[in-house]
């Protein structure tokens, strides 16, 4: 089971990939990163891209089932249960890339989702969506 160090590599070897991350959402700090950043500041993309998968993941349009009561200690503030969000993914698209943010699944607040910017001529989406999926299920946070 990969950490993540091994995470970032193998994402990086998806056709197209520019840059990764691991993101804390809560906090929009980075776990780790590899490769370029869209704006030149690993620090300053994850807390734009946490904002990002923070409105996904706190959007009631989103939910799967009747929302909750109010989280209790320890459960997470978005599902109240310690669950993972419902939302799986957000991608972005722009002209010249795609942007990937895939939530981790954890056992103990799933506050943690991969960032991954594609080059849009050379990367393959429904690739990069597939193996992300993959990769997040291995992930393991120390």
Do not use: K
């Not at 991350?21 to 030149?40: C, M």
């Not at 998968?53 to 200690?73: D, H, K, N, T, V």
């Amino acid at each position: 089971m990969p950490g993540i160090d091994e995470c970032l590599l193998e994402v990086m070897r998806l056709p197209g990939a520019r840059g990764a991350a691991v993101v804390d959402w809560t906090s929009g700090l980075a776990l780790g990163t590899i490769g370029e950043s869209p704006n030149g500041d690993h620090e300053a993309t994850a807390a734009e891209t946490a904002e990002v998968a923070r409105m996904a993941a706190e959007q009631p349009a989103f939910a799967l089932s009747i929302p909750e009561p109010s989280p209790g200690p320890g459960e997470n503030a978005v599902t109240g249960t310690g669950a993972a969000p419902p939302v799986e993914d957000v991608i972005v698209t722009t002209r010249a890339g795609y942007h990937i943010l895939r939530f981790v699944e954890t056992a103990f607040d799933s506050s943690v989702f991969l960032h991954l910017w594609l080059d849009r001529s050379d990367g393959n989406l429904a690739l990069a969506r597939i193996r992300l999926s993959e990769m997040a299920e291995r992930l393991v946070l120390a």
